[in-house]
Structures are given as structure tokens and as C-alpha cells.
């Protein structure tokens, strides 16, 4: 299975400062089909999980232009270029090149200083 | 609206069952894969099991194959899970998920909770 590795675990942050949080893959998410199945999801407390980037750096429907994924090979990066108070949560990075199993990062908990 | 609403869950003891239920609204669940993932208390997310847009695979975590069948009844438009011989590491929050490439959708979540 592919181990997903994400840090920083927790990202005490200030507001309207930048954030990045990286996620590591054990190994090469590039699919025969050529596209990258890594995806990120954001969970605010209390709520259901919500995608916000697909294949590494596509923006779902409705979310900010703040958010922005890069990366490939094993590599991810999901950046915040001005955090919001909305934005507190944990972020969670996931694969889907090497399915099943689908796999999630541990998560990363963004906070406001 | 597109909506997803889970329900079934509740508190059974180890080695009972329970079937969930993902009722949508404002979405066909042919035209995507669906999942069903899981969140323990104060854990993170865990895939638990998924079938095709097309029906043709299911597939499922090692810690719930045998165990547990994800199915679906394209006329009534729902996902199902159902649970059998269920542990106390089952406890969690189960959310079902409709996916594809440029959309995605998550239910409100249904408590499961295994204990004597």
C-alpha cells in the first residue's frame, strides 16, 4: 500500500500570512494513464470533509484562489497565499493512482496564532 | 440541491450488524464512484470501501473485507454499507462520498459505535 506522509502534523499560523503544508508519497503517483491522482481535502471542526484540490493543483468548484496545489512524482505541496480565520482545520492529502487501497495522509492541523 | 444523507448508524454490540444508508438528492449515483470512509474518534480520515460508477467493481479495506458489502440501488438513487460481525475498532463517524474528476460531495456522517 502506498504510505502518504505528511507535515508539518500541526501549523500554528497567522492571519493573512502564507501556509504550506507537504504531503510525500512512498512512491511514484503518476498513473499509466499519465494523470497524478493526488488529491487534498480540508475538514473545518465539526464538519464533514470537503475536496479542495484534484489532481494535484485543479481547484473544486467554490473553493478560494488562495488555495493552490503543486508538486509530482511523490512530491505535494498544498499553499495558503493569505490565511483566513475559515480556513482552520485539518488538512488531509490522498491518493488514488495506486488503488485500492485509496490512502489518506495523517493530517495536518491548521491553526490561528 | 445535491445532497448526500447518511443514516443507519448507532450503537451495536461486537459481533452484531448494521446497514447504512447514503439516500441522495440533485445527483445520480451512476454517474460517479462512490465511497464509503471512515473517521474513528479523534482520528483521521480511512478509506473503508468503494464501487465503480458503473457498477462493475467493489472494492474494500483489508480491515473490513469479508466483513463488510458496499451495494447500491440505482432506482431509489442510494448507497449502502452493510456491516457484519462488527468490531469495537469500528467505532467512527462513517461518511459516504460521490467523486469524480471535477466534483465531489460528502454526507453529513452516521456514528457507528460497537460496544458491549
Known amino acids: 500500500d502506498v504510505v502518504m506522509t505528511q507535515s508539518p502534523l500541526s501549523l500554528p499560523v497567522t492571519l493573512g500570512q502564507p501556509a504550506s503544508i507537504s504531503c510525500r508519497s512512498s512512491q511514484s503517483l503518476v498513473h499509466s494513464d499519465g494523470n497524478t491522482y493526488l488529491h487534498w481535502f480540508q475538514q473545518r471542526p465539526g464538519q464533514s470533509p470537503r475536496r479542495l484540490i484534484y489532481?494535484?493543483?485543479n481547484r473544486d468548484s467554490g473553493v478560494p484562489d488562495r488555495f493552490s496545489g503543486s508538486g509530482s512524482g511523490t512530491d505535494f505541496t498544498l499553499k495558503i497565499s493569505r490565511v483566513e480565520a475559515e480556513d482552520v482545520g485539518v488538512y488531509y492529502c490522498m491518493q488514488g493512482t495506486h488503488r485500492p487501497p485509496w490512502t489518506f495522509g495523517q493530517g495536518t492541523k491548521v491553526e490561528i496564532k | 440541491q445535491v445532497q448526500l444523507v447518511e443514516s443507519g448508524g448507532g450503537v451495536v454490540q461486537p459481533g452484531g450488524s448494521l446497514r447504512l444508508s447514503c439516500a441522495t438528492s440533485?445527483?445520480?449515483?451512476?454517474?460517479?464512484?462512490m465511497h464509503w470512509v471512515r473517521q474513528a474518534p479523534g482520528k483521521g480520515l480511512e478509506w473503508v470501501a468503494s464501487i465503480r460508477s458503473d457498477g462493475s467493481n467493489k472494492y474494500y479495506a483489508d480491515s473490513v473485507k469479508g466483513r463488510f458489502t458496499i451495494s447500491r440501488d440505482i432506482s431509489k438513487n442510494t448507497l449502502y454499507l452493510q456491516m457484519n460481525s462488527l468490531r469495537a475498532e469500528d467505532t467512527a463517524v462513517y461518511y459516504c462520498?460521490?467523486?469524480?474528476?471535477?466534483?465531489?460531495?460528502w454526507g453529513q456522517g452516521t456514528m457507528v459505535t460497537v460496544s458491549s
Open positions: 440533485g445527483f445520480t449515483i451512476s454517474g460517479y464512484g
Open positions: 462520498e460521490g467523486r469524480s474528476d471535477a466534483f465531489d460531495i
Open positions: 489532481k494535484v493543483s
